[in-house]
């Protein structure tokens, strides 16, 4: 009864709706990312080239939105542009879902938002660009991204370049270990740091190849054991941007911020943004780079999860 509710919310693209006939392969992708992440036009073009690169290796990309009282389950590139371009957005997490459908808005879902929407969906894999995570200063401030609380709860795997070095990611894997969230790693021991390769920090468990991934998570949900995986990823080395550089612009961000009194949702789009300028536009390189990077790791996944392992 309660997914029969559920279900009335949800429209499919065409696309989506034929791979999910066929079962094939699906990826979901956010569009908080495309909203509110990244400068237009290029987020608008990179969201078509992720789609693009998850199709080619075999699986059906679905971005996720909240458009006319309808959680959308793929776009057009209309529905892409509008969202894109219109800046009206809302940045659409657990708590303003019922806000935004039941008002008819416009919401781009966030890695918390588009998890529910994706579960919901029967979408097992999830690719976004890093992980809204334990802010600096959140002993304070309690700034602690809902999308962790969602990880604890969501059965979904989120392929991701870690989390962002605007957060404390020590603190950030404290929590995800106290919930019993799973980190895996691929391509390198440690947790990645979303411009940078490396945090510093071991992920729980390294498993570089997408069959294994895909066994230790069907033997989780096997298991009972509902709530998400992160599986990391390192941006590639050659967009990666030098450590120092992003930590001297993260520190005069985070202060910007603070000066400035801005707080809640619109912490982490201020920070992308003031990152970008401060940079002279090549953190948004590293950023669209990372996010391609994620989609073939997340597309890989997709594909041997849905093949060998069979889907439950
Ligand atoms: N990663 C990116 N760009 C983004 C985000 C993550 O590369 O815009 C978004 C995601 O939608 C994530 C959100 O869920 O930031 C976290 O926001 P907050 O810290 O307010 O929870
Ligand atoms: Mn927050």
Known sequence: MAAELAAAWLAFSAPV???????????????????????????????????????????????????GSRIRIGLSDDELELLGRSGKAAKVSRRDLP????????????????????????????VTGGLGGVHRGAPESFDISADLQE???????????????????????????????PVLSCEQDNFAAFYTRDSGFRADYRLDDAAAQARFIRTKWDLGLAGGVVLSTPVPEVAA??????????????????????????????LLARIKALTGGRSLATNIALVKHNAEVGARLAVALGGDCGAS
């Open 17 to 67: 709706a034929a791979a999910r006939a066929a079962r094939r392969p699906m990826v979901a992708l956010e569009s908080t990312i495309i909203a509110h992440g990244m400068p237009y036009p290029e987020n608008v073009r990179t969201a078509r080239e992720v789609e693009a690169v998850i199709r080619e290796l075999g699986a059906e990309p679905a971005t996720i939105a909240a458009i």
């Open 99 to 126: 806000a935004v459908l039941s008002s008819g808005g416009l919401g781009a879902t966030t890695v918390a938002g588009t998890m529910i929407c994706a579960a919901l969906a029967g979408i097992e894999v999830f």
């Open 151 to 181: 990880l604890a709860r969501t059965s979904v795997a989120v392929v991701c370049a870690g989390a962002k070095s605007i957060l404390d990611i020590g603190l950030t894997l404290e929590y995800l270990e106290t919930h019993g969230v």
């Open 241 to 270: 941007m030098p450590r120092e550089e992003i930590d001297a612009m993260t520190a005069q961000a985070l202060a910007e911020c603070q000066a400035q009194g801005i707080t809640g949702k619109a912490v982490t789009p201020f």
